[in-house]
């Protein structure tokens, strides 16, 4: 069965600092990995997806992230962080052939000045 | 487009009640799913649907019914609320064909108090 990992429950960060959530995941089969962002109070907003191709994948507000095989990771990064950037971030899985996304449990990014 | 829109965004409830979380979709999207959010857990799915007609359990389908007799509505309903499912609620819903089925939009949420 899948599963996705998220060691950090919570990264604090200072302002242009920059920042890395880590993300592995498990899974026998080839699978499709993603980057959802939630603002207080808001819905789900993919950040960015790793479907096939480049194993390097950009996302939307300045956001990577990097898709590695062998550790079976997709590390999300930004090189500096805007106070904007406080919220929780979710990465997920999916089987290819299959729609079912299964999520890790989430990591809050909280940005101070 | 309003895309995935959730009704209500708030709702308590007593013990033993039962309610319907609306989620409607204008994307014209096959499929559709519901997830709970809780804290320290990350979503969960309870139940999904490739298309009208059709519906299947996820990981944490007990106490929750669905149905989908139209495309764009997948209402949840719970029968008889418990204070277990006191949680967040997510309606989303993605393409069932291309690479578009790999990329589901959520709803905003429907936050579920159960007294």
């Known amino acids: 069965a899948q599963s996705v990992t998220q060691l950090d429950s919570q990264v604090p960060v200072f302002e242009e600092a920059p920042v890395e959530l880590r993300c592995n995941y498990s899974s026998s089969v080839s699978v499709y990995l993603f980057w959802y962002v939630q603002y207080p109070n808001q819905g789900l907003q993919l950040l960015l997806k790793y479907l096939s191709g480049s194993t390097l994948v950009k996302g939307i507000n300045g956001f990577e992230a990097e898709f590695n095989k062998s550790q079976t990771s997709f590390h999300l990064r930004k090189p500096s962080v805007h106070i904007s950037d406080t919220a929780e971030y979710f990465c997920?899985?999916?089987?290819?052939?299959?729609?079912?996304?299964?999520f890790g449990t989430g990591t809050r990014l909280l940005v101070s000045p | 487009n309003a895309g995935v829109t959730q009704t209500p965004k708030f709702q308590v409830l007593k013990t033993g009640q039962s309610m319907t979380l609306q989620c409607a979709q204008d994307m014209n999207h096959e499929y559709m799913s519901w997830y709970r959010q809780d804290p320290g857990m990350g979503l969960r799915l309870i139940h999904y649907s490739v298309g009208a007609g059709i519906t299947d359990q996820g990981e944490v389908p007990n106490g929750y019914n669905v149905s989908r007799s139209t495309t764009e509505d997948f209402p949840l309903r719970l029968l008889s609320a418990a204070p277990s499912q006191t949680s967040v609620y997510f309606c989303?819903?993605?393409?069932?064909?291309?690479?578009?089925?790999?990329?589901?939009?959520f709803g905003a949420g429907t936050r579920l108090s159960v007294l």
């Open positions: 997920a899985t999916m089987n290819t052939g299959f729609q079912k996304l299964v």
């Open positions: 989303a819903s993605s393409s069932a064909s291309g690479w578009g089925r790999n990329i589901q939009y």
